[in-house]
């Protein structure tokens, strides 16, 4: 008798249909008991596929088996504020450490926990303050996993500890156009998983270029925020942003909404959650020198005058700049986006020019005033040298090896002194 042959094919992670969900269900029981995983696994086939697995450890980086073999996981960094790509391999599916969770839920039965962005972001602070050091193996006081997956199922309040491979079951698909602080960006390789799976959290645009985003990520060493290339740092094309399904706007009156609340919440006179969240963004956003304490559901000269910064910041005049929140300066505050407001300037006239553009415009075939400035500038401080003729607008070689000249002598090295300036660079260089 012939024995049949069966293709085998790799289930989509967002796939809803019946044969995807029960290979995604498969997999998740064919993990070693000693891992986690269900004891009637068994097969021939099965055992060979676990001794790889367990020999790669189902890895969220791009390390896996290749930093086994001395390979850097690196990447270049596009500022002295950017890391190198870590190895960050993960753990498995999971209850919470020390919850008394039974396991995982379903794929079809998890009960999503209500949240709100805000709540998603300062639950990702917590962990970028207390430094937590990485681990796929060592728990964090609230029962999370210390690794890339652990870190997201922490952030958005999931009641298991998640990998990978199952985030996105708790999660819709969206447009990165469309990405808010507190969506995350996964790439998982289904086919391979060891193979440069990672998730971040997304915390909102750099600039207005879209080119960068602040990502709150769990790697080597510890916790971190920083600025990072739209969508990684490797395998950039195939990261995909997710919404958790359980975020929401708030309650109403709560001021946790990205719904612009209306002018006449703001003013004298006003008192409301919405001015203390309007101060709290734009204390965020660079704004804190103007409170001295606060900030507060009264309205007052200090809201006015951060709000006016920002709005100036973003090169608005006369009515544009009043000081009085508009849809147009709400939507920057709770969307991440627009120029943060620039540190104070002391002695002098103020030095506008001290707000960094954005990493888009200092990039090949880039022509702009920016360029120009950024040229000049270079020359003034003595870092000029590899100047043939200009500077002008257009960005050359002449302007990146001048830039990684400046980076070197304020100490750093290697991908820190790339020659491509990032806001550290900026701020130095406009001093």
Known sequence: MTVPVFEEYEPAIDCTCAGCALQRRTAARAVPVRYGGH?????????????TAAGVVLSCGAAGAAAAAGHSAGAPRADKDSEPVPGTP?????????????????DGGAVLRKTTRAE????????????????????????????????????????????????????????????QPGDMLLFHNPADPSKGSHVTIFG??????????????????QTRKQSTPMAYWS???????????????GSPGSGSGTAFPGAGQFGPGANNAHVTRLGEMLVARGGKRFYAVGPGPVWGAADQRATQAFQRAQGWKGKEADGIPGPDTWRLLTAGTGRDIPAAVTGGSPNTSVVFPGRGYFQPGQSSSHVERLGRQLVKKGYGKHYVSGPDPRWTEADRRNVEAFQQAQGWRGSAADGYPGPETWRRLFA
């Open 39 to 51: 004891p009637a696994a068994h097969g021939a086939r099965r055992a060979l596929v676990l001794a």
């Open 90 to 106: 993960q753990g498995e599916k999971g209850p919470l450490k020390g919850s008394g969770a039974s396991g995982p839920p379903s």
């Open 120 to 179: 998603i972001i300062n639950r990702a602070k917590k962990w970028v303050a207390a430094k937590v050091p990485y681990s796929m193996e060592k728990y964090w006081s609230d029962g999370y996993r210390q690794d890339c997956s652990g870190y997201v199922s922490m952030a958005w309040n999931l009641g298991t500890n998640e990998w990978t491979g199952s985030l996105a079951s708790y999660a819709t698909r969206i447009a990165r156009a469309d990405l």
């Open 204 to 221: 909102g645009w750099t600039d207005y270029t879209h080119s960068h985003y602040i990502a709150y990520e769990q790697a080597r060493p």
């Open 235 to 249: 395998n950039s094309d195939r990261y995909v942003a997710y919404r958790y399904k359980g975020v929401g706007g």
